[in-house]
């Protein structure tokens, strides 16, 4: 990461590590993969995450670099939409590191489900770090300068 960003804090939860980094007002956070993540896992993460957010905007990274299995549908996808907007966020960029050729739908399907309910979101998913970064840190600083 680059020394730009500065780790305000670190938090292990279940199958995954949290990373998070003040830029400016805004938050890149760094999700780490440690076992299986589907919808059980990621909602205490997106809780914690909303606490200390304070923009409506999200900027993340979420690094599947292990391969360990996503499980998320349909359904989950709606659950941790309603828990962002909800929570106040209106605006999400995010990039996903994974060799799961599969994971490319999964992407696809969460930009057209947040679409259609005019949720900003905008999603990619790669198997290269160094694009993921740079592809959420270009929008975090689109942010900063609007």
């Given at each position: 990461m680059s020394r730009e960003y500065q780790a305000t804090s670190e938090t292990t939860f279940r199958n995954?590590?949290?990373?998070?980094?003040?830029?400016?007002?805004?938050?890149?956070?760094?999700?780490?993969?440690?076992?299986?993540?589907?919808?059980?896992?990621?909602?205490?993460?997106?809780?914690?995450?909303?606490?200390?957010?304070?923009?409506?905007?999200?900027?993340?990274?979420?690094?599947?670099?292990?391969?360990?299995?996503?499980e998320l549908t349909p359904e989950d996808m709606d659950v941790l939409n309603n828990l962002l907007m909800t929570g106040g966020i209106n605006y999400v960029r995010g990039a996903v590191i994974t060799s799961d050729d599969a994971y490319s739908i999964l992407v696809s399907m969460a930009n057209a489900k947040a679409k259609a309910r005019n949720f900003e979101v905008e999603l990619i998913s790669t198997t290269d770090h160094d694009e993921a970064e740079t592809f959420v840190v270009s929008k975090l600083r689109e942010c900063l300068r609007a």
């Open positions: 995954c590590e949290l990373t998070s980094y003040d830029y400016g007002s805004e938050q890149l956070h760094i999700l780490r993969t440690t076992g299986p993540l589907g919808r059980r896992e990621r909602l205490p993460v997106f809780e914690h995450v909303l606490k200390t957010n304070s923009s409506g905007k999200l900027f993340y990274i979420l690094d599947n670099r292990g391969g360990h299995e996503s």
